[in-house]
């Protein structure tokens, strides 16, 4: 895995369901910044394969026939510790702490 790869995507038609963000959450990954019209993003909580806890960036990626949310910042580095590859099937969990977005990673 190359340093450009820095996303874990999660095409919106593979999510069982969305009702884990709250309003507030949503609005904030639909607006898009001034500049570029970037999409901004929610820091939350993760937890990898090798329980390393570390804050990673969620964000929604709009295409022309489908939509995806990203986990950026840090992911490079979270897929090399514990051996991720491009193509491998993993499980993405969500739970809250004191209300904070937070997600688990697991290798099936």
Request: charged share 30%.
């Amino acid at each position: 895995m190359d340093e450009g790869q820095y996303q874990l995507s999660m095409p919106l038609k593979l999510i069982l369901s969305d009702d884990f963000l709250n309003r507030s959450e949503k609005m904030i990954l639909n607006r898009s910044t001034k500049k570029r019209g970037l999409k901004n993003g929610v820091v939350v909580g993760f937890i990898g394969p090798c329980r390393e806890e570390t804050t990673l960036v969620l964000k929604k990626r709009d295409f022309t026939r489908s939509s995806s949310y990203v986990l950026i910042k840090n992911w490079h580095k979270i897929a090399m510790k514990n051996g991720l590859k491009k193509g491998d099937a993993v499980q993405v969990w969500f739970f809250r702490v004191n209300k904070c977005p937070c997600f688990v990673l697991v290798k099936p």
